[in-house]
């Protein structure tokens, strides 16, 4: 047990989001996440496999077995595994949403805003894709691209990102479709999109601009990002609720709606998993609370399978 | 319907607070920021006809409970029995667990059955009712439902006897003085006949619901007297006169019955209902003796023993003046010393004559036969200490009366001097009366007679009862002798003057003071202390009339509570379905209030939204 506890104060990736958070800036939490994610993984993350063999490498712990070159192996006496053409060249774009309903915690004394976890979470993966060499960028957007930085794999990619991060602050309304329209024409190459957003979007422009991308041969990855208050409706007694971006407002009982009010997310949920795995793109719900390690981990595994 | 507490309607006004309430909670609530709008507005959307409905049943059920809560504060009573609910009721139950309680009839105590209806009626009692419980004692106790329980699970047959008419005329005074519309009496009783007294209208009016044990009762045989004859015995051997009562069974039948005296046995013999059976045995030493005759134990043992007590005595040493004594008295004396009841001469010494009187001696002191010599009886009557002197003479005929001496009671007065106390002297020191003229008294050991026994001035020389009388005058009276006094438990006891304590083995009871008390519950005998010296005892037995368990009829209770409802029953059953039965009426109070928790329980699962539609 003594070693557990040890493992939790180790790895960062498995604390809570807001207990991480405390403990430095956002490059700082980013590659805690980073090294206590890439230290619990077999194999690497975000690796495909292709029949286009590219070059060999030196075997790193983590890497998967059966990219192991066993002729290398006995005429060197050394481990080196295969490399393919397109994981060498994997571009991948962050796609942050910064609106103005992502500025929210339903307990900011214990929870991130929903804008403080994405942000660290896009760190955190951009770290992880630049230490594999991929050419990683962003685009940040509200209702306008807000900050687009094109993928690349130099040294300090990271450091830039990770400042265009720090650099963020939630804006106005929503209109991710110019976003990914954005993202469209950065990326003439196949590659990765990594959408981080609450998905309080126009569902279907939204669901169009991702399926184009699916569509021009990139693999999606969406990661939907709510707060647990929203999930429930923690919030009691009568009230107007007020929507932070249009300030339009609804008055309600939660007592008299919560449990309805859950059905409605639970289907929101749903269909958006749905819609989005049928058009091939991952998708992953994750809320404020969920600790980074599990939201990466998620998308890795995710995203071997799909290829 | 009607309402006992009509003004606890207004309270129906509180209806209109939870519709005041709902309006009010239509005022503008506070904002609150809160980003996924727009699936609250979904989830409204879709599910506002179900939170329209909700809140209009929570309203329904909410204005329902403040009704009923108001309903039920006005006591609403409706015509018919509801339920078990009745109309408050003032109940007096009557539990008759008097010595015949204890019989058992029908394989199971009498008792028994009666505290378990007593307990059923007390169960279903309602708050609202008014309840007493009247025990054997005749005191009537109000409580609470446990409290009455309590009493009614603890009380045990006791050797009293419950006047069952004094009992319901008790009870019929405080249902009316309860103030309740209804009232009830249950009388839960063997219903012995004799324990009923002469028909008494108390209860017109009322509902007079009367249970009894369903077995007839049983044949029963008590010793309903047992007296020392004579009443003071010389040591030797002694007889006991007993009396055999009871009811049932064969009425020739004898039954054995046995004397025994300080735990030694006397003669056996055998006795049947209304005989008088004289058992003899020893006496063996003077003093107070305490004796038991009993029977063969029977379905009610309670009356099958009953104690006596007796003085035992050597017999006197008398000195008299044959002149002055006259020639009745002195044959008399002579047939007692000859009977061996007196001697003559030596100690202890009892004289009798005009100036026998001396200070501690024992005297009988009779008018001097010379009218010259009175003065000189007065002065030693004095110097004795004597508080009572010879006044004038009174020619006149008159007749005796003494309640504590049959022996002369009856007898004509036809001279005599009148006996004059001084200051102070208690009634009790009188022992028998002439023309309501003290004629017999006593002062300590002295004894004072008005008249010479001679026939010029009494009759009593030529009575049957004369030498009798002149042996209690010399055994028993001039020795400072009180007698034995008989009574039933709890009741009144009037007790000589001398009298400071009653003892009953190491408990000591002192009475100085109160010359009436309450005999002691428990029977047995009680001894009567004067100062250091035992005056007398008292025997404290069951009244003769317990052991007859003759039941009264139906009809018996129709004469006897005239104008009462009178229903008889034995069966539990029927008592069940009779009793609150008042005017047929119900109060809905409780069903009210089941009925408002049942609404507030389904407003607080409406609330919870467990009957909410699932989406």
Redesign the interface.
């Known amino acids: 047990m003594a070693s557990a506890a040890g493992l939790a104060r180790d790895r960062l990736d498995l604390l809570d989001p807001l207990e991480v958070s405390t403990l430095g800036g956002l490059e700082l939490v980013a590659e805690g996440v980073v090294e206590g994610f890439l230290s619990g993984l077999h194999r690497s993350p975000f690796r495909g496999f292709s029949v286009e063999f590219a070059e060999h490498r030196p075997y790193q712990p983590g890497d998967e077995l059966r990219y192991l070159d066993w002729k290398v192996v006995g005429r060197r006496d050394r481990l080196y595994v295969k490399q393919f053409v397109e994981e060498t060249n994997l571009r991948a774009t962050l796609v942050l949403d910064a609106s103005r309903s992502m500025a929210w915690s339903g307990d900011p004394e214990h929870r991130l805003t929903k804008f403080d976890y994405a942000t660290r979470l896009a760190a955190a993966l951009a770290l992880v894709l630049i230490r594999q060499r991929d050419a990683t960028g962003l685009i940040a957007f509200d209702e306008e691209v807000r900050s687009a930085i094109a993928p690349r794999a130099r040294p300090g990619q990271w450091h830039l990102l990770a400042r265009a991060l720090m650099d963020l602050a939630p804006g106005g309304r929503t209109a991710a479709e110019e976003a990914l329209g954005r993202v469209t024409a950065l990326l003439r190459r196949r590659g990765l999109v990594v959408f981080i957003s609450d998905l309080l979007v126009d569902r279907d422009l939204v669901l169009l601009a991702l399926r184009y991308l699916r569509h021009r041969g990139h693999q999606v990855v969406v990661f939907h990002v709510m707060d647990p208050a929203e999930l429930d409706l923690a919030a009691s007694g009568q009230a107007r609720f007020v929507d932070l971006e249009t300030r339009e407002g609804v008055v309600a009982s939660p007592r008299d709606l919560r449990r309805d009010y859950r059905a409605t997310v639970d289907r929101v949920i749903a269909a958006w998993r749905r819609e989005l795995m049928s058009g091939g793109i991952a998708y992953h719900h994750v809320t404020t609370a969920t600790p980074f390690g599990h939201a990466l981990r998620r998308a890795a595994a995710r995203r071997s399978r799909l290829g | 319907m009607v309402f006992l507490q009509p003004f606890a309607l207004l309270l129906l006004g509180a209806t209109l607070v939870p519709p005041l309430l709902h309006l009010f ?1 239509r005022h ?17 959307r ?2 506002q006809r ?2 329209r409905l ?2 209009l049943l929570l309203l329904l059920l909410r204005v329902a409970a403040v009704a009923l809560v108001a309903l039920a504060a006005a006591r609403p009573v409706v015509p018919g029995r509801v339920g078990t609910g009745h109309e408050p009721t003032a109940l007096v139950l009557i539990l008759d667990h008097s010595l015949s309680s204890g019989a058992v009839s029908g394989g199971a105590r009498v008792l028994d059955d009666l505290e378990a209806r007593a307990g059923e009626t007390l169960r279903a009692a309602a708050p609202s009712d008014a309840l007493w419980v009247i025990g054997a004692d005749g005191v009537a106790r109000r409580g609470s439902r446990a409290e009455l329980l309590a009493a009614v699970a603890a009380a045990k047959p006791e050797p009293l006897r419950l006047d069952l008419s004094a009992a319901v005329a008790t009870a019929a005074r405080l249902v009316r003085a309860s103030g309740y519309a209804r009232g009830e009496i249950h009388l839960l009783s063997d219903l012995q006949r004799s324990a009923f007294g002469s028909p008494d209208s108390a209860a017109s009016g009322l509902p007079l619901l009367v249970y009894h044990p369903a077995a007839d009762p049983p044949a029963n045989r008590g010793v309903v007297s047992a007296l020392a004859t004579p009443a003071t015995w010389l040591v030797g051997t002694g007889t006991v006169a007993a009396a055999i009562g009871g009811s049932g069974g064969t009425a020739d039948a004898r039954v054995p019955l046995a004397v025994s005296l300080g735990g030694r046995p006397g003669e056996r013999t055998l006795a049947g209902v209304r005989d008088v059976a004289t058992l003899a045995v020893a006496a063996p030493a003077a003093g107070w003796a305490v004796g038991e005759v009993s029977l063969d134990p029977d379905e009610l043992r309670a009356d099958d023993r009953r104690p006596f007590a007796v003085r035992v005595v050597t017999p006197a040493g008398v000195s008299w003046d044959s002149a002055e004594a006259g020639p009745f008295l002195t044959e008399a004396l002579g047939a007692l010393v000859r009977a061996g009841q007196v001697r003559l001469g030596g100690a202890p010494a009892l004289r009798l004559g005009p100036a026998a009187a001396a200070a501690g001696a024992a005297a009988v002191v009779l008018p001097p036969r010379d009218p010259v010599q009175l003065g000189a009886a007065n002065r030693a009557l004095a110097l004795a200490g004597v508080p009572w002197r010879f006044g004038a003479r009174i020619e006149r005929e008159d007749t005796l009366a003494a309640p504590r001496l049959p022996e002369i009671a009856g007898a004509r007065v036809l001279r005599r001097y009148r006996l004059e106390p001084s200051a102070g002297v208690a009634p009790r020191s009188v022992l028998a009366r002439a023309g309501g003229d003290p004629w017999l008294v006593r002062a300590g050991r002295t004894v004072v007679v008005a008249s010479r026994l001679v026939p010029e001035e009494t009759t009593l020389p030529l009575r049957s009862g004369f030498v009798p009388f002149v042996g209690i005058l010399v055994d028993r009276l001039a020795r400072g002798d009180e007698g034995v006094l008989e009574a039933a438990p709890g009741d009144p006891v009037a007790l000589p003057d001398n009298v400071t304590a009653l003892v009953a083995g190491d408990d000591v009871r002192t009475v100085a003071g109160a010359r009436s008390i309450e005999a002691p519950v428990a029977p047995g005998v009680y001894f009567l202390l004067a100062g250091a010296d035992t005056a007398g005892a008292l025997v404290v037995a069951p009244d003769p009339r317990e052991s007859d368990l003759t039941r009264a009829t139906p009809a018996d209770l129709g004469a006897l509570f005239p104008g009462a409802s009178v229903a008889v029953t034995a069966s539990p059953r029927a008592y069940v379905a009779e009793r609150f039965r008042g005017s047929g009426r119900s109060e809905l109070t409780g069903w009210l209030l089941a009925a408002a928790l049942l609404v507030l329980a389904a407003e607080a699962l409406v ?1 919870a ?1 467990a009957l ?1 539609r ?2």
């Open positions: 909670q503008r609530p506070p904002d609150v920021e809160f980003p996924a709008v727009r699936y609250l507005r979904q989830t409204e879709e599910a179900t939170i909700r809140h609330a939204g909410e699932r989406v």
